[in-house]
């Protein structure tokens, strides 16, 4: 008799429908009118710049606009880009806010999610919420194969829902000088494995049946015990933690490291895989208050490279986090996408999980997950040791506190007629403001997913009207009646900032469109970009993002400034989780103390509202 076959594992492959034809009825980015750009351009200057240089920007801007100028020109060239592609901007938006971007990606770039404790404190708790989660995230899949996810609206508008397909199975793959993205999903035979790592060794676990068929979490169980009992050394080579160091160098090391069949393999099935699931040792125990803080070092970078930083493959797009002590969570690589679809497909798994009880399955016998090898070479060692100490050092240096924020959430601001975004994004200016006495740039993403392959642009929260209420809510010589008016004017300019912005007519990613293409011309570049203020507004001490969830969650994410923060915020309708980050490497910035700032000035805000009287009509 003949040997039976063994029957490889199946992963359905995309059924094409709904998701092409409701993409090409999606209108492409705009390109704003040049003097439009320049005007808002002064007016976002005015509240962060000194007079002197202002004017000086000023004259470089007229001399920009001229009729037959350089700005003219390279409009013209903006403009044709726009009607020769799908998305003037999306290229080259992945290419410099990522691909090019040399820092690592840990801290600089790569967000984490702190998703609510767990109940269990043993391994077997762990394996279990574990088989969960991967079942939950396979039914999302599901929705993204058979290309039946709903899609999404802003304002009655539908949005792209290009980033969902971008997600699942990719990988971001480093260069010398430039790094790339790979995308497994879209191939013939699309991946049907994840991977598994725990006490730093990496496994292959394939998730469908030879028919196509899921696993179910009862069998996925058994698999991942078995993963468990066969990686108990804890005296592995972290190779993992070599996707942590500055880009070069890890370029560098990789083709070192992918020169040797056998390493090059297991990377590949790394980077194939359709999402990672980082088992994680338990971390140092603190106090309840503190846990979410831990946690969210934990989900940013491991804690280190004598925790779990070396638990981690830090180029995959999707690592989901669970700890044996309850904590878990997930990072992603920011390349393919934004927060908003994270979340979206977190909102989905945490349904599953609750839903989701054991069933027993008839048992088939399933193969051993396969475990991946590493050739380790002197050299390979000696980039291990390189990559422990630069992580070491930006784990000393990362401040996070996340706090919630208890006494209220949405429903304030909402009372009182106000957008919940702007009313917090007020705080925040005028906790800042009261730290240092002035104003700074500030950064808010926004979405510019009404457009085909849309990604983001900036929400400048600190204007004229935010400085001029900031400026008089400490003055006793203000009047209340007088504060409250200048409070509603500055959440409405900020209501006003992010429409204009998510309709494509912000000033930030039209700039820097404007900047390459004087690039790609090869012309020389133009006074306004080598201008000081240009440099001023691009220096964000306040980089800020909401991400709302109905999950009680928190992103978080490092400064883009050395001496600036990073504040994630999810507004919930009756609190506020937020996460603030610094560095300690600057004497000037202290998390806490922003935290604190910023408790303060929303309660503040919201005394300030409850206790004047509306003048009467």
Same mark, same amino acid.
């Given at each position: 008799?003949?040997? =039976? ?9 995309? %059924?094409?429908?709904? #998701? ?12 704003? !009118? ?9 007016? %976002? ?44 901007? +999306? ?18 770039? +790569? ?22 989660? /991967? ?17 999404? #609206? ?16 990719? &990988? ?6 430039? @790094? ?60 993992? %933690?070599?996707? !942590? ?10 083709? *070192? ?29 603190? !106090?309840?208050?503190? #846990? ?54 977190? @909102? ?31 050299? $390979?060692?000696? @980039? ?39 009313? $917090? ?14 104003? &700074? ?5 926004? +979405? ?14 600190? +204007? $004229? ?15 209340? /009646? ?9 959440? =409405? ?13 912000? %000033? ?10 004087? $690039? ?7 006074? /306004? ?10 220096? #964000?001490?306040?980089?800020? !993002? ?5 999950? @009680? ?33 600057? *004497? ?30």
């Amino acid at each position: 008799a003949g040997k =039976k076959e063994k029957k490889m594992p199946v992963a359905p492959t995309r %059924i094409p429908g709904r #998701y092409l034809s409701h993409q090409e009825g999606l209108p492409k980015l705009p390109v704003p !009118s040049l003097q439009q750009t320049c005007e808002r351009y002064l007016a %976002i200057l005015e509240p962060i710049v000194d007079e002197e240089e202002l004017s000086h920007t000023k004259e470089l801007l007229a001399e920009f606009q001229k009729a037959g100028g350089v700005g003219e020109r390279l409009q013209k060239g903006l403009e044709r880009r726009a009607r020769k592609t799908e998305n003037w901007l +999306s290229d080259w938006w992945l290419t410099t806010a990522y691909l090019d971007y040399r820092m690592p990606v840990v801290v600089h770039s +790569s967000p984490g999610v702190v998703l609510p404790r767990l109940e269990f404190s043993d391994r077997q708790g762990q394996m279990r919420f574990a088989a969960k989660l /991967i079942a939950g995230v396979l039914d999302f899949k599901t929705m993204i194969d058979n290309e039946t996810l709903p899609v999404e #609206y802003l304002g009655g508008k539908q949005l792209c829902m290009n980033q969902y397909y971008q997600v699942l199975s990719s &990988c971001r793959i480093p260069g010398l000088k430039r @790094d790339s993205v790979v995308n497994h999903a879209h191939r013939s035979r699309p991946p049907a494995h994840i991977t598994v790592v725990h006490n730093f060794q990496f496994f292959v676990l394939d998730v469908y049946n030879s028919d196509g068929t899921p696993l179910t979490v009862d069998q996925l169980y058994m698999q991942l015990e078995k993963v468990w009992s066969s990686s108990l050394q804890t005296n592995k080579e972290p190779i993992g %933690i070599l996707t !942590s160091n500055q880009r070069n160098s890890w370029g560098k090391a990789y083709n *070192n490291l992918i020169k040797d069949k056998t390493n090059k393999d297991s990377v590949q099935a790394i980077q194939k895989s359709i999402f990672t699931v980082c088992l994680d040792a338990p971390m140092p125990c603190v !106090s309840d208050e503190l #846990y979410r803080s831990r946690a969210a070092v934990q989900m940013l970078h491991g804690g280190g490279s004598r925790w779990n930083s070396g638990n981690r493959w830090f180029d995959k797009t999707l690592q989901f986090i669970i700890g044996e002590d309850g904590s878990c969570g997930l990072m992603y690589e920011h390349a393919p996408a934004e927060g908003p679809p994270i979340v979206s497909l977190i @909102d989905h798994v945490v349904e599953y999980t609750k839903k989701s009880e054991m069933v027993r399955t008839p048992m088939v016998p399933l193969p051993m997950p396969l475990k991946l090898r590493f050739n380790i070479t002197p050299e $390979i060692k000696k @980039d291990i040791e390189k990559a422990k100490q630069n992580m070491n050092i930006m784990v000393h240096d990362l401040d996070v506190k996340v706090i919630v924020f208890s006494h209220f959430g949405k429903n304030v601001p909402k009372t009182h007629k106000m957008s919940p975004d702007a009313f $917090i994004q007020m705080g925040l200016q005028l906790a800042y403001y009261r730290m240092y006495q002035r104003c &700074c740039a500030t950064y808010e993403s926004a +979405s510019l997913r009404m457009f085909k392959l849309g990604r983001t642009d900036t929400i400048r929260s600190c +204007s $004229i009207d935010s400085a001029n209420f900031v400026k008089a809510m400490d003055d006793p010589s203000k009047q209340k /009646i007088e504060k409250v008016t200048l409070l509603e004017k500055a959440v =409405k300019a900020h209501r006003a900032y992010t429409d204009m912005a998510i309709h494509g007519q912000a %000033i930030d990613r039209h700039l820097l469109g404007l900047k390459l293409q004087a $690039i790609e011309d090869l012309t020389s570049m133009p006074e /306004i970009f080598m201008d000081t203020s240009y440099a001023v507004a691009n220096h #964000y001490n306040l980089s800020t !993002s909401q991400v709302p969830a109905k999950t @009680d969650c928190v992103m978080c994410f490092g400064p883009v400034a050395p001496d600036g923060y990073g504040v994630c915020y999810n507004p919930m309708a009756e609190h506020i989780n937020f996460a603030v980050s610094a560095f300690n490497s600057c *004497n000037e910035t202290n998390a806490a103390h922003m935290a604190q700032r910023l408790e303060e000035a929303l309660l503040d805000m919201r005394m300030l509202l409850e206790s004047t009287p509306k003048a009467k009509l």
